[in-house]
C-alpha cells in the first residue's frame, strides 16, 4: 500500500528556515505527482505547491511564491519542500499528497508534520 511519511517540521522563528522530506514507498514514485497542502488551526486545507512526475514545471500557491521551493528526488523516492523568510501565517499542518496518471484522481495522504512559525 501507499506510505507517506513526512519529517522536518518544528519551531521555528520568523525569518527561518525550514526543509520538508516526504518518503514515499508502495508505489511507482516517478509516474506520480506530488504536491504539498497545509492546513492552519479553523481554516481549510489548502494546496502549498506541486510538482510533476517528471519534476518539472514546479507550481506555487500566491502566498509562498519566492520562498518556498519545492523539488523531488526519484531515486531517493521523496520530496521536498525547502521554506525560507517563514513568517507567522505559514504556521499549519503540512501534509505530503501523491496523485497518480488516473482518471478519476485518487489522493494518497501523509499523516502531516507540524510548522510553527513563532518568537
Known amino acids: 500500500q501507499v506510505q507517506l511519511v513526512e519529517s522536518g517540521g518544528g519551531l521555528v522563528q520568523p525569518g527561518g528556515s525550514l526543509r520538508l522530506s516526504c518518503a514515499a514507498s508502495?508505489?511507482?514514485?516517478?509516474?506520480?505527482?506530488m504536491s504539498w497542502y497545509r492546513q492552519a488551526p479553523g481554516k481549510e486545507r489548502e494546496l502549498v505547491a506541486f510538482?510533476?512526475?517528471?519534476?518539472?514545471?514546479?507550481n506555487y500557491a500566491d502566498s509562498v511564491k519566492g520562498r518556498f521551493t519545492i523539488s523531488r528526488d526519484n531515486a531517493k523516492n521523496t520530496v521536498y519542500l525547502q521554506m525560507t523568510s517563514l513568517r507567522p501565517e505559514d504556521t499549519a499542518v503540512y501534509y505530503c499528497?501523491?496523485?497518480?496518471?488516473?482518471?478519476?484522481?485518487?489522493?494518497?495522504w501523509g499523516q502531516g508534520t507540524q510548522v510553527t512559525v513563532s518568537s
Open positions: 499528497n501523491a496523485r497518480p496518471p488516473v482518471w478519476p484522481p485518487i489522493d494518497y
Open positions: 508502495g508505489l511507482t514514485f516517478s509516474r506520480y505527482r
Open positions: 510538482i510533476t512526475s517528471a519534476g518539472d514545471m514546479p
